[in-house]
């Protein structure tokens, strides 16, 4: 009998350090993003992430091997409800996304030489990396529709394709793509990986799609979407990423502990919103009294402490369940929490930036931008729609269709059958009235 939720105490100095570090060092650099750029910022962060790597908590979601910590996920969710709380904080602790997920691929599936090539630049950090999958004319929930084709020719690969929200292809040395190899095997077996570099002939990036996250027509900044046109693009043998038809099952593979860390990243998130919520709470004059004074105030904090606390259990519990009895196992938790926790960070947020009147509506605090993220995370990683179709889908296995389409909990058919078991009883009672 085991229910534990405690942290043990050396972790959790670890986890108090970050904390600290990223509040004191990290934040401050989000109000200078625009100015310092792409460049600016990779200077900004160098000396932080020598810090990281002092502190060996640099690529923590890698084995020791390849760099990391190998934690596993109940420690990667904690530390990411840390990091979660500032854009920039992955950066500095090594497990940005895309490149996290990318060098979790290549750890997975790549050949020695690709990890050689790819993998150790990366987790150095002196490559960046995109993965360019989603399509603008197919599907992305259904990525058995692709149309990105890839042929052998000989000894090499030609891709051709279409796809758009490859996140930082415009600044990335190499691109994870995705393409239909085999478009007669089964489904889920149609796709393979290929390792493509940026500069390749054939690879055009034809903008970075401004977003609600980024309104303004940019290029090559950090966080950017690109849109990307892959005309007859040649690879040889050796940039397929593991095995033929297998793309599908490695993307699998690395979604689940990804789906995790965005889960508990949005609770570090949505602590900051409410936080603010608090604070503006206390010294706000309206109507007679502060707005903590108010009842509506009063249950949207109450209301969002208790939503992120069920989220936070939900998202440690998947990641528990994860570690000790694999990714099949917590399948369903995880569909759960990605469309959980997204709207409790929408939903946190949303009330953060109300209680805040017209300044919570500007830029001059951080809640619009909080407020615009949330907003993608229940379009990114399978809409929030497909996860529930699952999480629908698996629980009803469970059940079956009652005998003459009379519900189990018929209280008259029930009264009948419990006459019939209680009848010495029944007759008894009746007897002695
Ligand atoms: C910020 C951001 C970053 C991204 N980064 C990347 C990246 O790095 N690489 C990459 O390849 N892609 C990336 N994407 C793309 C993302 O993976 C896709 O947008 C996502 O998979 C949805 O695909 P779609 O946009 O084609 O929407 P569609 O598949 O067209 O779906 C549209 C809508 O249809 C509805 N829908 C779909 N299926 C069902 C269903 N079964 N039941 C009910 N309703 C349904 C949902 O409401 C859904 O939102 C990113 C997207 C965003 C927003």
């Known amino acids: 009998m085991a229910w534990e939720f405690s942290t043990d105490p050396e972790f959790q100095r670890k986890l108090d350090w970050m904390r600290e570090f990223v509040t004191s060092e990290i934040w401050p650099l ?42 596993g996920q109940v420690k990667l969710g904690l530390m990411h409800e840390i990091l979660g709380t500032s854009p920039v904080a992955p950066l500095v602790f090594g497990n940005a996304a895309p490149d996290s997920g990318n060098s979790e691929i290549l750890a997975l599936a790549g050949s020695p030489e690709q990890k050689e090539r790819y993998l150790y630049p990366l987790l150095a950090g002196d490559l960046k990396s995109a993965f360019s ?10 990525p058995t529709l692709l149309r990105t084709r890839a042929i052998r020719d000989g000894d090499d690969w030609v891709i051709n394709g279409h796809k758009w929200f490859s996140s930082n292809g415009s600044i990335a040395d ?6 239909v190899t085999n478009p007669d095997a089964q489904p889920h077996q149609r796709a393979s990986m290929f390792i493509v570099d940026a500069g390749t002939p054939g690879v055009t990036v034809l903008r970075d799609v401004p977003t609600m996250e980024h309104p303004w027509e940019g290029f090559a900044k950090y966080g950017n979407h690109a849109e990307i046109l892959y005309e007859d693009v040649r690879v040889p043998a050796e940039a397929l990423l593991g095995a033929e038809g297998a793309g599908f099952l490695i993307a699998q593979q690395r979604l689940g502990p990804g789906r995790i860390h965005h889960c508990m990243r949005w609770i570090g998130l949505a602590r900051r919103a409410f936080d603010m919520l608090c604070e503006r709470s206390l ?13 509506t105030i009063q249950n949207w904090i109450a209301d969002s402490a208790a939503e992120m606390q069920a989220a936070r259990l939900m998202t440690m519990h998947a990641a528990w369940k994860l570690d000790t009895e694999g990714s099949l196992a917590a399948r ?23 209680a805040h009147g017209a300044l919570g509506y500007s830029t001059d605090l951080p809640l619009e931008a909080m407020y615009r993220f949330a907003r993608a995370a229940r379009i990114y990683d399978g809409p929030d729609e497909v996860h529930r179709a699952s999480v629908a889908r698996q629980i009803l296995r469970g059940y079956e269709p009652p005998s003459g389409h009379v519900p189990s909990e018929h209280i008259p058919t029930r009264r009948e059958a419990a006459r019939v078991k209680f009848a010495e009883l029944l007759d008894a009672i009746t007897a002695n009235d």
């Not at 190499?174 to 393409?179: G, K, P, R, S």
């Not at 706000?284 to 903590?292: K, M, Q, V």
């Not at 369903?332 to 109300?354: E, N």
């Open 30 to 71: 989000e109000t200078l993003l625009d100015e310092l750029g792409w460049e600016g910022l990779t200077r900004a962060v160098a000396p932080l992430q020598e810090e990281v790597r002092r502190q060996e908590l640099w690529a923590a979601h890698l084995d020791p091997q390849l760099g990391g910590q190998g934690y």
């Open 133 to 142: 999958m989603t399509e603008p004319d197919t599907a992305g929930s259904d």
């Open 174 to 179: 190499f691109l994870i793509v995705m393409a």
């Open 283 to 295: 010294y706000r004059e309206a109507h007679g009294s502060t707005l903590s004074g108010h009842q």
């Open 332 to 354: 369903q938790d995880i569909a759960m929490i990605k469309y959980y926790g997204a709207r409790v960070l929408h939903d946190v947020i949303d009330r953060a930036l109300q």
